[in-house]
């Protein structure tokens, strides 16, 4: 065999390969953005070798095929790789320090929110959440410290599978829980789930055989889960997914409710009218009379992701209008699986208030009039999720978790409680009268922070370091329902310095400064996530004092500022999206600048020849400003310019990434009229 034909096969062979690897890499990303996860990591897990510019994506969309199928700590070292490999994601960093804490890596957790929240991301919920985090990474070691060494889990083997398990509830002497039993596969590359059931007696020492709950409440094309019974037992809601079929009601998760017919069985489920078909709602729960339920819903108005709304239910199951439950319980982040015991408390799981790990349990309490939410602790929770909690009639404790040492994805655990008799001797941890409870009620003392704003105002001149200000306006806008509430205005000191101005709890602000010769800035602030827990608390009045600092560009005739890359599609000009986006951001620099002309100015890179660059860059001027004109900004204030490849920032570019750099869009200050007299 010649070295020549061996050489022809090792290129041939390598194309091959390289080509198959394209190819499973491209399958990947179709799979990921179908929402099938396990199918993408299979694909995306076979690409080798990839051109650099790729590495970081490939790894970060392996790291949240992980996360969104709820396996953060497999993701961790993916998101590492896209990091070093260069991915720039403010969300990526965001989801990496939740991984970290999932993991028990506390201290680099705090490191990473501490980055995210540095990186000014636009994203106020994920912002919110951070600073929520940045002050629960403190209280890691105190809820540790609540522990309830009575209280031991064990695992329900004899329910629990290599699946998934939870939102178990005892009813009519049967343990029902929601399990992934179903012969179809989801996209998470487990079965559907379906709500069975277990024979069992009163302190649960004896398990039946699991089977399905009723033939009336299954379809073998949805995820159907997480039951709750009326009192007497006789009426079921339950949430179900839809099947991706026409014949669907909603295109996400709703309510259904069954009713339990003498010598029948159950009827056929019909959708809960309180339930929001535009939305994802489920986890239901009755209260103990029965004429409340509860459930978790992502509807549009609520405070964060996931929100824990109530709705009043007459004799006849007719509903009446969802309440939701408020800032004191929901957060940016998810609240579900609430659950209410016989005396009244409300359980329910969050990754928002402070807690171990990912979802905790939590009870809400009231003490003084208001409404506090307690972490429950060891062993109720772990760094894993810990969610579903439901209690018996006799005092037994059901929980779910996906913490380490489990069977499965997601268990039942199970706490035997004492004997009635014993159990009345028990003291009621709230109980004021109780000379016992003096350190839990001195805990419960709503202490008081006093909030305030303060900053620094700084020139930026082009190549030189910012110094302080002298005479700049700030000016401070409360923003409620979109409407801005003036609440203060300063003038920055000859340090640069300005407030400090008081704040108020969860509320969102705007601050805005200016000064002639230098571009208005505005930037949000928000206090959402940002109160102190009071576990943190050690004074009765605490201040406290928020610090910010901006820069104001100096304008001068021909000063040029760049934008955030536009993208438009290949050979096309028109405003996408994401384009839009950016796009708006300088439609409030022309609106916050009303005396600003510019010229908008948009370059290619050198690929193509130079009079199509030109016609295409020219082309995508002119749509950016018709853009900016259709929101209500003078046409006679903007000019469009295509420059082509006339004007590369880096010449002769080797790859994407060089070639990105040199694809821009800039605008350059071409007038500051005279301000009217």
Not at 326 to 344: L, R
Not at 394 to 410: M, V, W, Y
Not at 465 to 486: C, N, Q, T, Y
Not at 557 to 575: A, C, P, S, V
């Amino acid at each position: 065999m010649s070295r020549y034909f061996i050489l022809f096969f090792a290129l041939t062979f390598g194309g091959l390969q390289s080509f198959a690897q394209m190819q499973s890499y491209k399958k990947g990303l179709s799979s990921f953005d179908k929402g099938f996860y396990d199918l993408a990591i299979k694909d995306l897990s076979k690409v080798k070798e990839i051109d650099e510019t790729e590495k970081a994506n490939l790894n970060y969309k392996i790291a949240e095929s992980y996360r969104l199928s709820n396996r953060w700590l497999e993701a961790i070292p993916y998101f590492e790789k896209a990091f070093e490999a260069g991915l720039a994601n403010s969300e990526a960093i965001f989801n990496y320090a939740y991984a970290l804490k999932a993991n028990e890596e506390y201290d680099k957790s705090l490191t990473q929110f501490e980055k995210f929240v540095a990186s000014k991301s636009t994203d106020k919920v994920l912002n919110e959440r951070a600073n929520r985090e940045l002050n629960t990474l403190k209280l890691i070691d105190d809820i540790k410290k609540t522990q309830n060494k009575d209280i031991t889990f064990r695992n329900l083997s004899e329910v629990n599978t290599e699946g998934m398990e939870f939102s178990p509830m005892v009813s009519n002497g049967y343990l029902i829980y929601s399990g992934t039993r179903k012969d179809k596969i989801y996209s998470n590359g487990l079965p559907f789930l379906g709500i069975y059931k277990v024979k069992v007696n009163p302190t649960i020492s004896e398990i039946g055989k699991p089977e399905l709950f009723s033939p009336a409440i299954y379809d073998s094309e949805r995820n159907e889960g997480s039951p709750s019974f009326s009192p007497d037992g006789k009426t079921v809601i339950f949430a179900r997914g839809n099947s991706g079929k026409r014949k669907d009601l909603s295109p996400d998760v709703d309510l259904y409710m069954s009713r339990l017919v003498p010598n029948t069985g159950w009827t056929e489920p019909k959708l809960v009218s309180a339930s929001d078909s535009s939305s994802w709602d489920g986890c239901p729960a009755f209260s103990g009379d029965g004429k409340t339920l509860y459930f978790a819903s992502n509807r549009l108005g609520g405070v964060g992701g996931m929100d824990i709304y109530r709705v009043n239910m007459d004799a006849s199951g007719r509903f009446g209008n969802p309440v939701n439950m408020g800032k004191a319980i929901n957060t940016a982040g998810d609240e579900m699986f609430p659950f209410v015991s016989s005396d009244g408390k409300l359980y329910f799981a969050s990754d928002g208030h402070p807690g171990l790990g990912k979802l905790d349990l939590f009870v809400a309490v009231r003490s003084g009039g208001k409404i506090s939410v307690e972490n429950m602790g060891l062993p109720f929770n772990s760094p894993m999720d810990d969610f579903g909690l439901s209690m018996d009639d006799n005092g037994n404790i059901f929980i779910t978790s996906n913490r380490a040492g489990g069977k499965g994805s997601d268990d039942i655990y199970f706490y035997q409680a004492p004997p009635k008799t014993e159990l009345a001797q028990n003291v009621d941890p709230l109980d004021p009268l109780n000379p016992k409870n003096s350190d839990v009620n001195k805990s419960l003392e709503i202490k008081q922070v006093n909030y305030y704003l303060a900053g620094k105002i700084n020139s930026n001149v082009d190549n030189a370091k910012p110094v302080p200000l002298d005479g700049a306006r700030v000016r401070i806008f409360k923003i409620e329902g979109g409407i801005e509430e003036s609440i203060a205005e300063v003038v920055t000191t000859a340090a640069g310095a300005f407030g400090p101005v008081k704040l108020e709890e969860e509320a969102d602000y705007l601050i805005l400064a200016d000064k002639p010769e230098y571009l208005t800035k505005r930037e949000d602030f928000s206090m959402f996530g940002r109160s102190i827990p009071q576990q943190l608390l050690k004074k009765t009045v605490t201040d406290t004092t928020f610090f910010t600092t901006m820069n104001l560009d100096k304008i001068f005739i021909g000063k040029t500022f760049r934008l955030e890359n536009i993208y438009y599609d290949l050979d096309k000009f028109d405003i996408r999206p994401d384009a839009a986006l950016e796009l708006d951001k300088l439609v409030q620099i022309l609106k916050d600048n009303p005396l600003l002309k510019i010229e908008l100015g948009s370059h290619t890179d050198s690929q193509g020849t130079d009079i199509y660059n030109i016609r295409l860059s020219q082309k995508r001027a002119e749509s950016a400003i018709n853009y900016i004109v259709s929101k209500n900004i003078a046409r006679d204030r903007l000019t469009a310019k295509g420059y082509g490849e006339t004007e590369l920032i880096i010449q002769n570019a080797k790859n994407d990434k060089e070639h990105q750099v040199n694809r821009r869009t800039e605008f350059k200050v071409l007038e500051m009229t005279a301000a009217a007299e």
